[in-house]
């Protein structure tokens, strides 16, 4: 039996699915939007088997439709729009709710009726809001969204967690801190991307990176491969002792180490400091808040990351350059 991932042709997912599908597994890779080229070719390069699906989450019989012919042995949900900046707020606010809170169910609803193996519902790490201390934060903490993104994402939490105990349902959620890597790109869900995809953009066209606001502040990064390993941890687990993980290095890095590490990377890096410009990662959807503590993932099922900031990035880099004449941002 395969295993069912959501929101497969997105940044997370897709590197969620290469992960599975370099352990062997057969993967159904379902989203609203086919896979390009690029994607296509990343995805057939390990021993497991990956074959695609074109649905739509807020389409309960294409939803039902899918998981019945799938019958899944796992799934990763985690079909969502990233409704930051505000303006993408203002003109998907429904939408965004419909996809990211009904979708949620929808897939439940179905996986209820059909029966399947564990599933992990993706979060963030932005449910947790402002924590001006910047203090490590632990699955358990008070929760204060304060957009429209984070608070669909535990909206979809909380009732993901209250579906599965009613309904019997293997499931645990998935709060991921802020990734970079492979594959983040806008694909129409995530228009906003991360600073280290600009940052990485500006140096390889051997650009200054512009760093507007405080070069201080340390932002909860992670490398996608080491997002993907923990997904997959709990998504493979023999059995899951919590429904909720935070996924994260467990540190941040600020704009001045990640330059740092970049020069490191690519000798004569250029940088022009902007403390004056507001930071469009430091707002109503991003706001200031310590890293994700990763303790309960750790403990519970082994995973450790493979990857540092330094070894992250060079990793980016590295698959940026490989494909540099796909990327054309």
Not at 49 to 66: M, P, Q
Not at 115 to 138: F, K, Q
Not at 319 to 324: E, L, Q, T, V, Y
């Amino acid at each position: 039996m395969a295993l069912l991932v959501t929101g497969a042709t997105g940044f997370v997912m897709a590197n969620v699915v290469r992960h599975l599908i370099d352990g062997g597994h057969d993967v159904v890779a379902a989203d609203l939007k086919p896979p390009d080229a690029l994607l296509r070719e990343y995805l057939a390069e390990g021993p497991g088997a990956v074959s695609f699906r074109e649905f739509d989450v807020t389409d309960r019989a294409a939803v039902r439709a899918l998981v019945r012919d799938v019958r899944p042995a796992g799934v990763v949900h985690g079909a969502a729009i990233t409704s930051i900046p505000p303006e993408t707020e203002r003109a998907r606010f429904v939408e965004t709710v419909e996809v990211n809170v009904l979708g949620t169910l929808n897939v439940l609803a179905a996986l209820a009726g059909e029966g399947t193996g564990r599933i992990v519902a993706v979060s963030s790490g932005s449910v947790y809001g402002r924590r001006p201390d910047l203090s490590p934060i632990s699955e358990d903490e008070a929760k204060d969204p304060q957009a429209l993104y984070p608070m669909t994402k535990l909206a979809a939490d909380l009732l993901a967690r209250r579906f599965a105990q009613i309904h019997g349902l293997d499931l645990a959620v998935a709060r991921l801190a802020s990734p970079f890597g492979p594959f983040e790109r806008d694909t129409g869900s995530r228009p906003l991307l991360s600073p280290i995809a600009y940052w990485t953009t500006a140096a390889l066209r051997g650009e200054a990176i512009v760093v507007a606001g405080d070069r201080t502040y340390p932002r909860d990064v992670v490398y996608a491969g080491d997002i993907a390993a923990g997904i997959a941890s709990i998504l493979l687990a023999p059995r899951s002792p919590h429904d909720a993980y935070n996924v994260g290095w467990g540190r941040g890095a600020s704009a001045e180490e990640t330059m740092a590490a970049l020069a490191r990377i690519l000798p004569g890096l250029r940088v022009e400091w902007r403390p004056e410009q507001p930071s469009p990662w430091l707002g109503a959807g991003n706001v200031a808040r310590g890293p994700l503590r990763c303790d309960r993932l750790r403990q519970d099922l082994g995973w450790q990351p493979r990857y540092d900031l330094d070894s992250g990035l060079a990793a980016y880099i590295e698959w940026r350059r490989r494909h540099a004449s796909d990327l054309r941002s």
